[in-house]
């Protein structure tokens, strides 16, 4: 007879607690420092940039440190995958997002300073970011791996929670108590989310990392690319020499495009050309390594296409954090009177809108819509969701795009009229980041978790590099000469751009999850008898 364990509804593990706890205050002080980041920059740390170039230096630094947060996922990955296991790295690392924050709130009028706190912080936040995710995962089996969805949307309700009152109190402290105590905050609440993870660290369940593996996705893909058949050329490899030689020229170009772009975009050549002529040639790595080994790889090109196809998303998202703050510092701001409590809206603060519709849309989604669908005969499966989600960040854009063309035309808009566009961004969001969490982990093979929870980071960074790309192309006068035939402003001609690429990689993207077939690769377990 089934049982809820043997049907996957065992019950919920009692360290998970602990985890999200943490994840909670973390994500505050990630989150509050970042949505004060973009005003502070402008308004206090570069007033020696000239007053034009201000708002664009502002967007680009805060867009870079965006980047630099979801690069050394790679490390941290790494470093659990192959020699520390995730929890000490996860622990080892956050003291380096504590000492982040000190730096932040200690040198707020020390450029060099600064930027070293940022540094830090990005070492520390995208470093455990994809593991905490993963060292969830690593807490179910077998018995109650259903429960894994629901801790998923609870992890990602906690965290928005976090973010929501940081995105509420940090603009005020920072306009009320100056920068050190607006930084100083987001570090006591580190510093506590550290001391919560290391509390429960007699309950987890540690997955030591693997071993040294003669059958490792980078090994299979080199035997694939290096494999000889009489009578065959090796195309995959050409192409792999061909994202080779691509970084190399996209490095040598850091100097005139800028390092991080620079650097990202080899890295990005790297991976899709590498991959590319990997899946050419994969066969043949047959008879060298196991078939469980050669099918592991292929999961990860799969897996890789559909990280890849989210990027555009991610560019859309985080800038709200940036463009849209910059539109809202344009907007008029009304006083609010809520139960006789008067209160004038902070362009900073209505990104508080984000995590407080998060809160609301996950248990809406999961007790009204989703049951809705499945009632009327359709199923939203994991890429279902990630489809619909990368639509309705395109729609937020344009509607984004409308608002700032009226301004443009002389209409004086009321910030409020930013609540249409953060509620369709939210949905995408919900859409497609809580899912991506727990698709990322059922798909990726066992000794790939970190590592494959660092490329889901990866794709915020590739994400944003498409976001300083843009940037740095509307500096060209050909390109702004072309925009300018349009009648359109800049600003309101990049808005309408990216949404076109989301819309249109949501179709892209919808097609491909047709031919997707999902896998089960959670851990195994065996049910009580």
């Not at 976090?162 to 009320?176: E, Y």
């Not at 369940?205 to 996705?217: E, G, I, Q, Y």
Request: proline letters at 5%; glycine letters at 10%; aromatic letters at 14%.
């Amino acid at each position: 007879m089934a049982t809820d364990q043997t049907q996957g509804n065992g019950p919920l593990p009692r360290q998970i607690p602990f985890i999200i706890v943490n994840e909670a205050a973390e994500r505050f002080s990630f989150y509050g420092m970042r949505n004060i980041l973009t005003p502070f920059l402008i308004s206090t740390l570069l007033l020696f940039v000239p007053l034009e170039d201000r708002t664009g230096e502002a967007k680009h630094v805060f867009h870079t440190f965006v980047i630099g947060a979801y690069f050394t996922p790679l490390l941290g990955g790494f470093l659990a995958d192959r020699l520390f296991g995730k929890y000490k790295t996860i622990l080892w690392l956050s003291l380096f997002y504590v000492a982040g924050h000190a730096c932040l709130a200690i040198f707020e009028d020390n450029l060099k300073g600064f930027y070293f706190g940022l540094f830090l912080i990005a070492l520390g936040a995208g470093g455990i970011k994809p593991l905490v995710s993963a060292f969830v995962g690593d807490q179910f089996d077998q018995t109650n791996k259903k429960r894994a969805k629901v801790v998923y949307d609870a992890f990602y309700w906690c965290i928005n929670f976090g973010s929501f009152f940081a995105s509420l109190l940090m603009p005020l402290l920072l306009k009320d108590y100056g920068p050190s105590v607006a930084f100083g905050v987001p570090g006591l609440l580190m510093a506590f989310a550290v001391l919560v993870f290391w509390l429960g660290r007699n309950k987890y369940v540690n997955v030591p990392p693997a071993p040294p593996n003669p059958d490792s996705l980078t090994r299979v893909a080199r035997t694939a690319l290096l494999a000889k058949r009489p009578g065959e050329g090796r195309p995959g490899l050409v192409v792999a020499v061909i994202g080779v030689a691509g970084a190399i020229v996209s490095l040598l170009m850091s100097y005139s495009w800028g390092f991080v772009i620079g650097a990202c975009t080899a890295l990005v050549l790297l991976l899709a050309f590498g991959g590319i002529g990997t899946g050419m040639q994969l066969e043949r790595a047959r008879g060298h390594h196991p078939d469980e080994a050669v099918e592991g790889v292929r999961a990860v090109l799969r897996i890789l296409i559909v990280f890849a196809l989210v990027t555009p998303f991610w560019s859309l998202f985080d800038q709200k954090a940036s463009t849209w703050i910059v539109q809202a510092n344009s907007m008029t701001s009304p006083v609010l009177d809520i139960l006789g409590w008067q209160f004038q809206v902070l362009p900073a603060q209505m990104q508080a809108l984000n995590p407080l519709l998060v809160m609301l849309l996950i248990p809406f989604n999961n007790l009204a819509l989703f049951p809705l669908l499945r009632a009327i005969g359709i199923e939203p499966t994991a890429l279902r969701r990630m489809t619909a989600g990368i639509a309705f960040s395109g729609l937020a854009w344009l509607v984004i795009g409308w608002i700032q063309l009226s301004m443009d035309g002389g209409t004086p808009m009321s910030i409020l009229w930013q609540l249409a566009p953060y509620a369709l961004l939210t949905m995408g969001e919900v859409l497609v980041s809580a899912t991506g969490l727990e698709f990322a982990y059922s798909q990726a093979p066992a000794s790939m978790k970190g590592v494959i929870m660092s490329f889901w980071t990866l794709a915020v960074t590739v994400g944003n590099l498409w976001v300083l790309i843009v940037n740095a192309s509307v500096k060209n006068d050909y390109v702004l000469g072309h925009i300018g035939d349009t009648g359109l402003s800049v600003i309101a001609f990049q808005m309408f751009f990216f949404a076109g690429f989301a819309l249109l990689t949501a179709l892209v993207f919808g097609l491909y999850a047709l031919r997707y077939k999902m896998v089960d690769n959670y851990r195994g377990g065996t049910a009580p008898a």
